[in-house]
């Protein structure tokens, strides 16, 4: 069994940052494509950022481009998420997916429990 633990989120100010880490358990890590995805309420989840099982190529939401930043450590087993330039729209829970597909997608196999990003204007 999978389980991948969030941390990280928390309330910042428009124009600060945050980065947030998702620690995933057992040694199939480098099996999976890691992602971010965010929901906030009355809106379905949306991908956020995504990252290959190598870590060679990363993908993202038009709306994080040039702010947010992913990264893996597959010695760590953790993926991580670095957003700067926040803004009140960002808020929202932030979720980390592990996908045994090649990019990860709202269909991922496994998922944290979410940690909730706060921007305040």
């Known amino acids: 069994q999978v389980q991948l633990v969030e941390s990280g989120g928390g309330l910042v100010q428009a124009g600060g940052s945050l980065r947030l880490s998702c620690a995933v358990s057992?040694?199939?890590?480098?099996?999976?494509?890691m992602g971010w995805f965010r929901q906030s309420p009355g809106k379905l989840r949306e991908f956020v950022a995504g990252i290959r099982r190598g870590g060679t190529s990363t993908y993202y939401a038009d709306s994080v481009k040039g702010r947010f930043t992913i990264s893996r450590d597959n010695a760590k087993n953790t993926v991580y998420l670095q957003m700067s330039s926040l803004k009140p729209e960002d808020t929202a829970v932030y979720y980390c997916?592990?996908?045994?597909?090649?990019?990860?997608?709202?269909?991922?196999?496994?998922w944290g429990q979410g940690t909730q990003v706060t921007v305040s204007s």
């Open positions: 997916a592990a996908d045994n597909a090649e990019v990860p997608t709202t269909h991922a196999d496994y």
């Open positions: 057992g040694r199939t890590f480098r099996r999976y494509a």
